[in-house]
């Protein structure tokens, strides 16, 4: 298992950028793939990057691609997503987290898990 802490979360007009970062520990982080997922009031939890556990393999949601950034450092064991031109509709609780292997885009696939951090946009 890996233990995982989100911070970075805000409150940010439309238009800027946040950092997200997500803290691991246990066992060893750069065996894992790890995903960033946000859920916002009312919806589904939905996929919004993915990283290889190198950081050679990339995936992100259409809507954010362009904008969001997925990166790791195994060094540090902490994964990030830098989030730029910020939109309303970005509004929500980004979770990190982590699966053995190939990484994906569905929540079901990945077994460790965050607490969250809220991400809020205002228009």
């Known amino acids: 298992q890996v233990q995982l802490v989100e911070s970075g979360g805000g409150l940010v007009q439309a238009g800027g950028s946040l950092r997200l970062s997500c803290a691991a520990s246990?066992?060893?982080?750069?065996?894992?793939?790890m995903g960033w997922f946000r859920q916002a009031p009312g919806k589904e939890r939905e996929f919004v990057a993915a990283?290889?556990?190198?950081?050679?393999?990339?995936q992100y949601l259409d809507s954010v691609k362009g904008r969001f950034t997925i990166t790791r450092d195994n060094a540090k064991n902490t994964l990030y997503l830098e989030m730029h031109s910020l939109r309303p509709d970005d509004t929500a609780v980004y979770y990190c987290?982590?699966?053995?292997?190939?990484?994906?885009?569905?929540?079901?696939?990945?077994?460790?898990w965050g607490q969250g951090t809220q991400v809020i946009v205002s228009s």
């Open positions: 990283i290889s556990w190198s950081g050679a393999g990339t």
């Open positions: 246990g066992r060893t982080f750069s065996s894992y793939a």
């Open positions: 987290a982590a699966r053995p292997g190939f990484y994906g885009t569905k929540p079901e696939w990945y077994d460790n």
